[in-house]
């Protein structure tokens, strides 16, 4: 990788020198200088401030498969929705798929599902209307993550929609209970 700089610099006070070339090879700069005559006027730089990533150990991958009605795309196309979890660090794994003879490799979503599974059992109710009576208390994967609340407008909108067992549905409320 190279790249042309028309930067100079004066280490300590000392004479000015320009940078004719710099390169990239390995993981050592190598920069090609060469002295400037005269004086130029001395520019400030910030070298930035580094942005640590968290060291995070990618934990044990959760996978849940979803055949679920086709809400994303046309009526006629089947759809599996895979959703794929761990608590603490996270890294897209490549997923194979293997179906009637053939076999396809697919990379997963580079941010994990929010996935968990119920703690408690959700009683049943109208399937047309907004149910404020029943909960179910979910634990997910990650401690890290949380389910967030929306209003009527926004379920009407199509938010929050979830996979409860073998039912598609939606909630408004959600209330922490702790990790």
Request: glycine letters at 10%; proline letters at 6%; aromatic letters at 4%.
């Amino acid at each position: 990788m190279q790249n042309r700089l028309l930067s100079s610099f004066s280490p300590a006070g000392g004479p000015v020198w320009t940078v004719e070339r710099a390169t990239i090879d390995g993981f050592v700069m190598v920069a090609e200088l060469r002295p400037q005559c005269g004086r130029l006027a001395v520019i400030a730089g910030d070298a930035g401030r580094v942005v640590p990533n968290p060291d995070l150990v990618a934990g044990p991958l959760n996978l849940a498969l979803f055949d679920v009605p086709n809400i994303l795309l046309p009526a006629n196309q089947p759809a599996l929705l895979l959703a794929a979890s761990a608590d603490g660090g996270w890294k897209s794994e490549p997923v194979d798929i293997e179906m009637g003879g053939q076999s396809i490799s697919v990379s997963m979503a580079r941010s994990k599902s929010v996935l968990g599974h119920a703690l408690t059992r959700l009683e049943a109710a109208a399937g047309d209307l907004i149910d404020a009576e029943n909960s179910v208390d979910i634990a997910l994967v990650d401690e890290d993550q949380w389910l967030t609340s929306c209003d009527d407008n926004a379920i009407v909108a199509g938010e929050n929609i979830c996979v409860l067992g073998r039912e598609l549905m939606q909630f408004g409320l959600a209330t922490p209970l702790g990790s």
